[in-house]
């Protein structure tokens, strides 16, 4: 695509910043390759990340993270709604960030981008099925799921989640887990399809909330809905 730069993970559209300098790579090149397998040098590539991330998303405003499986089509249903649900935030002036993959992902992305929004892919190098999705006008790549997950609270002012697997459900209980301990205030999740989701929180009621583990509000803050338009419409209320 025209006007594409690239500078370490971030790669975006339009005018941007210089490649990092041939002396920076001479630089790391001369490193002892001992140290490069070393906690201090993870250290410090964990704190790149984080620089890069922070750098790259501090000035987006307003945004909604949108998540779901990967390993949904195009003819799916939820794929349908996730474009629709990417299309309404945009035109709501809400970026959309994903996770940058395909699926739900590459919808929701691919629904901001079309309406003309900002469309933010927080990409995770996996050894399968995670690729970056074309609809992503911002994309960064992460190594560590924990700096990822950072952006993703950061950033994100509404949690929209669509069917999917461990990392869909990793990613939903991790916000509910920092709504309930405050460390997000007024953060609205909102589940989207009702027949994926009614099971896991009939479990909840009975389970957990059964055996007082967690409070009746934990699971009574999330909202579940089958129309894109709801989503949209409880997410922005929330959002700035």
Sequence with gaps: MANHIRRGRVSGHG???ERIGDADRALLAHAAPE???SDPWRALRILGEF???FDALARVGNAVAVFGSARVGEDDPDYRAAVEVGRLLAGSGRAVITGGGPGIMAAANRGAAEAGGLSIGLNIELPHEQGRNPYANLAIDFR????RKTMFVKYSEAFVVFPGGFGTLDELFEALTLIQTGKVRDFPVVLFGTAFWTGILDWLRDA?????MIEAVDVDRVVVTDDPQVVCRVACAHAG
């Design 144 to 147: 560590y799921f924990f700096v």
């Design 208 to 212: 957990p909330l059964g055996r007082g």
């Design 15 to 17: 005018p941007g910043r």
């Design 51 to 53: 620089v890069d991330g």
């Design 35 to 37: 140290f490069l397998s």
